[in-house]
């Protein structure tokens, strides 16, 4: 049986620096028509450079396709050019990137991009292409599609963007659309919304999808088959049930251990991957994996590079050894048990009573201005009456979709911003309205961890030095001598080699560096510790290995920690209570077994639907009941509760009064009317 | 020390390879022989500026009435001039005019400049406006016009040509550095020193001037370019450096007059000034492209 698209032993290399590297290195896979093919694997791995290189889209040189074959209708892509390849090219394969806006002209409305490529490949008349274009978008979701056909790609939100590139790509009815990370950088609830759509279409059009991916959740959800990449090659694959029932690549394995999923019993302990990704420079010819795999033996260090081979059927693993799951796991287990023996009791500490952190009405107002007068016309309000607290040791996690204000609040508590109104009593000061002068030695007190593990660190000093630097700041340490120990004990603290204290940022990876993040915020003995997005823009193999660590050192150290997060697995994990925002206020607060497994306000419902478990028999029993809607702006928020335009219980009432925050249970409150009225507030 | 490796968190082991950025930066620095070359002739120049005295066949400031306007020849490369000194000499001690001009000047302006756009792009507010307006204003002027009425001002000579020079780089510098410093700010790094706590100064001095060196190193490298050939224009027109002082621009002007019948009079110090400058230009795009990562791996 031919298949629609089919790829042989293809090999793809970079030149950087006079060296070669290997992309990707004998990958071959193949797409029949409908269906859902995902592509996982981590940052690096090859996922896209290997769908590129079927459609010439990498960068030659430094790139070279050097081998093989990308069949395609029975045709050789990799032989085409000019005409005949740009009639694949967004005609019959069309592609979907991760960030919307370098995909779309800034400078030309979305109806002229679309009605262009409309013409280019079915050469139609102008007409016919504007009234196509309109239905492309209306089968996008994109409402009011006659009118916005004119509007230009910054006058929709992230999503509404991504929406768009979606019918650009399907302009010209492709037969395979390649989603390349294309809801990595939405919100949950609007991530859930694309991929529906996404599959509907698959549904009713036959075109085949390759998602690419490094989410197991999406790939559980809604891949029919999957191939796991690593090191620029396909180390497993099978449909999705078998990929997830029965993982046969240690590394596969690995990956699902790492992972904290929404319906994990509390307190599993996550088993991080060691090490990090494989350089691919110069990759020798043995399994790429065995520097991180558990299962290793000391054949594997000189046989040559296993080949995919059959597990039954078609599920194909590369491993000279026969790995079964559970074994896998104990071996996992046993270690981490004898290395870390004291991490059983995860959320059964002891919390004191006593409140470190309290946030008391605080607002945070941002004028908007008008004309060169700077006249204030209105208030954006960010964070509007927040009120919350925090126990010394505890850690409390503050989710919400993008632009509901956790960034926000996040820089009003640190004095970033100068909140509006309201108190931030920190160990019994507040620090709201404190001058910035008496504000400093409480700085030694509280700490933040960035995001991003790139900008964060100044470039151009050595680890050691951005370690250090809060120690100079604050002169804790008197002597030479003194401070160099106290930067070597928190290299060690955080799992970082001491000998490496004279290299620069750049020669560390993204864990690392999260690392040398951690230990400067550590190194000025803070009791609290905000994070923000701390994890986010890590590999999923790392973000295992950081997560751990935050919660070693929580317990070391008694610390106090605000997890700001997006992925709700995450916090789940780490958190002992949660914190639910939408639109600069509060909607829900309750510990995390009443908020997970009871959520009553219907935002966080909706948002706890949107997530989705690494695991397809899970996912096959849930309904999907989507959020409808995108998160509007704050400066249109809708009278009474903000989220009545999106609310599936919403009625007359709720556009009359703002719901209060009001305590159903014991340390669940919710703000939502009809949820009071249940149970008979 | 009582400190122990988290125990899951195992010392991640690992070879970062230490594909030493000096190398990769001399490999993209030196790649085109121009660049070579052109680094060749700036060194020669500085050579002959240092050690004048002993390479100058002749003194060059010694008159020789016999040997007035003589031909190019063996003892006189470039002949001689109108009172017989030789011009092969004249442009050895031109080379000291023409390094001490460019290198003071543009330590004047980029000292000057670097603070200023420090302070501006950092501090921001009303000394950013005020700083940028008359920076706007310095640049508003032509170097030559405000050479103008600083010689007329103050009178010729090295030690104005300098300054007004090194007055008139100022706000490339100014500007630049803001640029760099409004980019810079924003990064999370500076997040951090002010949650830290740290003063405005360290964070100038210690975090953004270093992540600054590269584009400065590169604009102070095409400046000298600039500085010689605005120092060259200014003696031409007979604002800079007076005779008998050896100075290039001086020796085309003084030479100019014979170009039909002495063409090599003019040609020699017009070479010599062409060589530098372009050298310098050379090299300062060869810097930047090995200082720019945008463009690393791309050579
Ligand atoms: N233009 C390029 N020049 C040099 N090397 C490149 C280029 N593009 C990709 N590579 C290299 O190819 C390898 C695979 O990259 P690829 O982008 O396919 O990874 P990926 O799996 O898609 O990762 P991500 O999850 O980050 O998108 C990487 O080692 C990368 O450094
Ligand atoms: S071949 Fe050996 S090292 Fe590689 S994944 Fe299999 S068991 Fe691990
Ligand atoms: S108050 Fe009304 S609109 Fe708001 S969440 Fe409750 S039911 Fe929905
Ligand atoms: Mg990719």
Redesign the pocket.
Known sequence: MSHLLEVKNLQTHFTVDRNVVKAVDGVSYYVDEGEVVAVVGESGSGKSVTQYSGIQLIPTPPGKIVGGEVLFNGKNLLQLSGEELRQVRGGEIGVVFQEPMTSLNPVLTIGYQIIETIILHLKINKKDARKHAIELLKSVGIPDAEERIDYYPHQFSGGMRQRVCIAMARACNPKILIADEATTALDVTTQAQILEMLKDIVKETKTSIVLVTHNLGIVARYADRIYVMYAGEIVESGTTKEIFSSPKHPYTISLLNAIPRLDDPKGRQLIPIDGIPPSLINKRDICAFLPRCLHRTAACSFKPAPKLESVGGNHYTACHEDIKAEAILEVAAARAAVENSSTEIFHHRQLDNENLLEVKNLKMYFPVTKGIMKRKVADVKAVDDVSFFIKKGETLGLVGESGCGKTTIIRSILRMYEPTSGEVIFDGQNIAKMPKSKLRPIRKNISLVFQDPFSSLDPRQSAGSIVGEPLIIHQLTKTKQEYENRVNELFELVGLNPAWKNRVPHEFSGGQRQRIGIARALASNPSFIVCDEAISALDVSIQAQIINLLEDLQKKLGLTYLFVAHDLSVVRHISDRVVVMYLGKIVEVADWKSLYENPL???TKGLLAAVPIPDPFVEETRDHVMLEGEIPSVMNRPNG?A??NR?P???K??SEVE?PLVETEEGHSVA????GKEVGL | MTTEIIASERVVEQEVKKTSNTLRFFRVFLARKTVVASLAIILIMIICAIFAPLIAPFDPYKQDYSQILSEPSLAHPFGTDLVGRDVLSRIIYGSQAALLVGIVSVAIASVIGIILGLFSGYVGGLIDAIIMRAMDALMAIPPIILAVVFVAAFGGGLTNVIITLGLSLVPTYARLMRGQVLAIRESDFIVAQELMGSTNLRNMIKHVLPNCISPLIVLITLNFGVAILAEAGLSFLGLGIVPPKAAWGSMINDGYKYLLSNPILSFAPGMAVVLVVVAFNIVGDALRDALDPRLKGTL
């Open positions: 306000h219907p935002y509760c989220f009545i609310c219980m919403a009625t009432e709720c719901p939502c009317i009809k949820v």
